[in-house]
C-alpha cells in the first residue's frame, strides 16, 4: 500500500507540471503575449520563439551536468524540490505582466527562466522512475504518469478557460478584467495547481539516499563522469543510436502539436472554439493512449511499444494530409493522438531501461540534450515545405518523415542495459 502510494504521488507530478506546458507555453498565455503585450503578433511570436531558443540551449547544456553531478550526490528530490519551486515562482510573477509593450523584456526574461527550471525538474523527476517502479512495472507507472499529465493539462487548461479568461465572474474574486486581469490570472492559477498537486510526491515519494559527498566533489565528480562519458561515447554506442532516433520522433511529436492548430485552421477552416474542443479531444485521445498502452509496454517492451506507436501515427497520419472535409480530419486526428501518448511514455521507459546503474539522471539529462539538439529540424523543415509547394499539406508531411526516419534509426536499437 506505501509503495502505491509513493507511484501514485509520483505520477501526480506529471499532473501537476502539464498545467505549465498547457497554459503558459501553449493555449493562453502566449497567445496573451503576441497579442495584447507585444508590439504586434509577428513581432511577439519572433521575440517568444527567441526566448524559448535560449532557455532550450541553456536546458541542453546544464540537464547532463546537473544530471551527472546528482547521481554522485545520491538524491534527486532536493534539485527536483528547488527547480519546481523556480518555477512556480517564476510563474506567479507572470501576473504582473500587463497588457503594456515595456512588460515585454520582463515576460520573456521570466518565461525563459521558467521554461529551465522546468526542463530540469523533469530531468530530476524522469531520473526517479528507475528506483520507484516496481520490477516489470517500468512501462506502466511512465504510462499512468502520462496520462496524468495530459488529464492535469487539459483539467487546468478548461478552468483557466471557463473559470478566468471567458468567465463574467472570474475566480479569485477580486480579478476582473481590467487590464486583462482575468487572463494574467492564469498565471496565478497554473503557480497554485503546479505547487499543490506536486507537494505528494515530496511528502511520499522515497528518494534514493545519499551517498554522503558534499556538494564540492559531486560538482567536481559529476563534471569528471559527463567528461568521461563524452570521451568514451563509443562505450554507449547503443544508447547514441537511441537518442538519436528518439530526438527525430520527438521533434515530430511535438511539431506535430506546435503546428497541428495552425493546419487546422488553415486547411479545414476551423474556428478559435473549433480548435478549442479539438485540442480537448486530442488531449482525451492521448491520455486514453497513454494509459491503454502502459501494460502493453510492460507486457512486448518498450522498444516494440514504441515502434508499433510509430507504425500507428504514419498509417493515421499520411491519410491525414489527404484529408478533405473536417469529419474525416477529426476522425484521423483522434485516431492518431491515441497513439502519440504511449511512444512518449514508452520513450521514457526505454531511456529508464538503457540508462546505466548510478547513471539515471545523467543519461535523462543528455535525452533532454538530444530533444534540444534536433528541435529546430521539424519547425524548419515544415516551413521550408509550406513555402517550397505552398502547401499546409506538403509543410505537415516532413513531420511523416520524422517519424519514419526515427522509426527506422530505432530498429537498430538493442533493448538492453549497458553496464
Not at 84 to 98: C, D, H, K
Not at 168 to 196: C, H, K, M, S
Request: proline share 4%; aromatic share 12%; hydrophobic share 55%.
Amino acid at each position: 500500500m506505501k509503495k502505491r502510494g509513493a507511484i501514485l504521488s509520483w505520477c501526480f507530478y506529471d499532473w501537476a507540471m502539464s498545467a505549465y506546458n498547457t497554459v503558459i507555453g501553449t493555449f493562453i498565455f502566449s497567445v496573451y503575449f503576441t497579442r495584447g503585450v507585444a508590439e504586434s503578433e509577428v513581432v511577439g511570436t519572433a521575440q517568444w520563439g527567441r526566448a524559448v531558443a535560449v532557455s532550450g540551449i541553456a536546458v541542453a547544456v546544464l540537464s547532463p551536468l546537473l544530471g551527472a553531478i546528482a547521481d554522485r550526490s545520491g538524491r534527486r528530490k532536493p534539485w527536483l524540490a528547488l527547480f519546481t519551486a523556480l518555477t512556480v515562482a517564476g510563474t506567479a510573477l507572470l501576473w504582473f505582466v500587463r497588457p503594456d509593450p515595456a512588460y515585454v523584456l520582463p515576460c520573456l526574461v521570466l518565461i525563459a527562466l521558467t521554461n529551465v527550471a522546468f526542463e530540469l525538474a523533469n530531468v530530476f523527476y524522469n531520473a526517479m522512475l528507475p528506483a520507484l517502479a516496481p520490477p516489470g512495472f517500468t512501462g506502466r507507472v511512465s504510462g499512468w504518469g502520462w496520462g496524468l499529465g495530459y488529464i492535469g493539462g487539459l483539467g487546468c487548461l478548461v478552468l483557466s478557460l471557463f473559470g478566468l479568461v471567458q468567465a463574467e465572474n472570474p475566480l479569485f474574486g477580486l480579478i476582473g478584467t481590467e487590464d486583462q486581469a482575468n487572463v494574467r490570472a492564469t498565471a496565478l492559477l497554473v503557480a497554485l495547481w503546479y505547487a499543490v498537486f506536486a507537494l505528494p510526491l515530496f511528502l511520499v515519494t522515497p528518494d534514493q539516499p545519499s551517498t554522503g559527498i558534499g556538494l564540492g566533489e559531486a560538482v567536481r565528480a559529476g563534471l569528471k563522469s559527463l567528461l568521461d562519458t563524452l570521451r568514451h561515447i563509443r562505450r554507449y554506442g547503443n544508447i547514441v543510436r537511441w537518442l538519436i532516433a528518439s530526438a527525430l520522433y520527438r521533434d515530430g511529436l511535438n511539431t506535430l502539436f506546435a503546428f497541428g492548430g495552425i493546419y487546422a485552421a488553415g486547411t479545414f477552416g476551423m474556428s478559435f472554439q473549433q480548435i478549442v474542443m479539438f485540442a480537448i479531444a486530442l488531449n482525451v485521445a492521448s491520455a486514453a493512449g497513454a494509459f491503454g498502452f502502459a501494460w502493453i509496454d510492460d507486457w512486448i517492451g518498450p522498444k516494440r511499444t514504441i515502434l508499433g506507436c510509430l507504425v500507428g501515427l504514419i498509417a493515421f497520419g499520411i491519410p491525414l494530409l489527404f484529408a478533405e472535409s473536417q469529419a474525416a480530419f477529426w476522425g484521423l486526428a483522434l485516431g492518431l493522438g491515441i497513439f502519440v501518448g504511449p511512444a512518449q511514455a514508452a520513450g521514457r521507459t526505454m531511456m529508464a531501461k538503457l540508462s546505466p546503474p548510478a547513471m539515471e539522471t545523467e543519461m535523462f539529462g543528455l535525452y533532454a540534450l538530444s530533444g534540444r539538439a534536433v528541435s529546430f529540424v521539424g519547425p524548419l523543415a515544415l516551413a521550408w515545405a509550406t513555402e517550397s509547394f505552398e502547401s499546409q499539406r506538403a509543410g505537415m508531411a516532413t513531420i511523416v518523415l520524422l517519424l519514419v526516419f526515427g522509426l527506422v534509426l530505432l530498429c537498430a536499437v538493442r533493448e538492453e542495459r549497458t553496464v
